[in-house]
């Protein structure tokens, strides 16, 4: 559910662009996609019991981009935002792996799964650093979308090319860690349940 959230507003941006009909479907999808931020926030709120950092954040980026998108009738405005938004984030996990001595991958798994993963430190560094360089990347290839495409095609980039990143990215992270895993944990991996399924039969 949560993880459809942090979807939904590309997903509407997305849509907005290429069902709305308008001669310029930019600027229905950006109002579009700053609407369902907003409601990404709420719902976040309502599932959580609290305000996220990073979807308040992306909220105020999205609001401020957003908005100079449309008082300026310039798409640049919001095709930088994508990419203002992935190296902040990169920027997050440096900052706290090198100067709060934390890693957000390791809060974000060991949230997630109750028993206390007994992972070496050099590893866990490893993977965190994995992501920040994989946003930084995404964010020059995101301007070089940008600047060298069609518009319609970098907004199915924004919504392709930022998936598939989080999915190699989970991937990776999963591939290093999962012999780590519990076994509670790993029988409850999309993998293992497709394969009990296919047992069944």
């Given amino acids: 559910m949560k993880l459809l959230l942090d979807f939904f507003p590309l997903a509407v941006f997305v849509g907005v662009y290429f069902f709305s009909g308008a001669d310029k479907p930019i600027y229905p999808a950006v109002m579009g996609l700053m609407i369902a931020s907003v409601i990404q926030t709420i719902g976040s709120r309502i599932i959580t019991g609290k305000f996220e950092k990073l979807h308040l954040w992306t909220l105020l980026v999205t609001l401020a981009f957003g908005a100079l998108t449309l008082i300026f009738r310039n798409p640049e405005f919001v095709q ?8 902040a984030m990169a920027g997050v996990f440096v900052f706290r792996q090198i100067i709060s001595k934390k890693l957000l991958i390791q809060e974000m798994l060991q949230s997630a799964i109750e028993d206390k993963l007994d992972i070496p430190e050099k590893l866990w560094r490893k993977v965190n650093m994995v992501w920040p360089v994989g946003y930084t990347l995404f964010g020059f290839l995101n301007l070089y979308v940008a600047y060298n495409f069609s518009e319609a095609f970098w907004v199915k980039f924004k919504l ?10 989970l991937a990776y992270t999963m591939l290093k860690l999962m012999p780590y895993f519990p076994e509670e ?6 993998d293992n349940k497709q394969a009990d399924a296919s047992t069944d039969d």
């Fill in 160 to 169: 392709f090319g930022l998936m598939a990143l989080t999915v190699l990215l």
């Fill in 80 to 87: 930088w935002k994508a990419s203002i938004l992935v190296w």
């Fill in 185 to 190: 944990a790993k029988e409850n991996t999309p």
